[in-house]
Nanobody, 123 residues
Framework: QVKLVESGGGSVQTGGSLKLTCAVS????????MAWFRQGRGNERETVAT???????FYSHLVKHRFSVSKDIGKNTFILQMSNLRPEDTDMYYC?????????????????WGQGTQVTVSS
């Protein structure tokens, strides 16, 4: 079975950085589209940044130029490098995977999920 485990969350001040890591087991990340979501305040999780199965990244306008997503093929991990963090970035962040080639999709389109890691940014 596919298992995703997030790590790297924590508390930082405005302008700080965090690196979130999603450790993937049960499947090669090259065979999956991957996404980082955050809980948000609505009834669906918000898509933050993705890498599709072809390796193309996509970003929410809220994080573009501040966050970077990548796949570490050798470690079979999925990385979200977050810089210039803002208080509004405070949330629970989740790693997700899907078999299909498209990545910029909604929560319900993803098949496998981690438990989440908390990011807190103080003013």
């Amino acid at each position: 079975q596919v298992k995703l485990v997030e790590s790297g969350g924590g508390s930082v001040q405005t302008g700080g950085s965090l690196k979130l890591t999603c450790a993937v087991s049960g499947v090669a990340i090259t065979a999956r589209s991957m996404a980082w979501f955050r809980q948000g305040r609505g009834n669906e999780r918000e898509t933050v940044a993705t890498v599709d199965r072809d390796g193309d990244p996509f970003y929410s306008h809220l994080v573009k130029h501040r966050f970077s997503v990548s796949k570490d093929i050798g470690k079979n991990t999925f990385i979200l490098q977050m810089s210039n963090l803002r208080p509004e970035d405070t949330d629970m962040y989740y790693c997700a995977a899907r078999e299909g080639s498209a990545a910029w999709l909604d929560e319900e389109d993803y098949d496998d999920w981690g438990q989440g890691t908390q990011v807190t940014v103080s003013s």
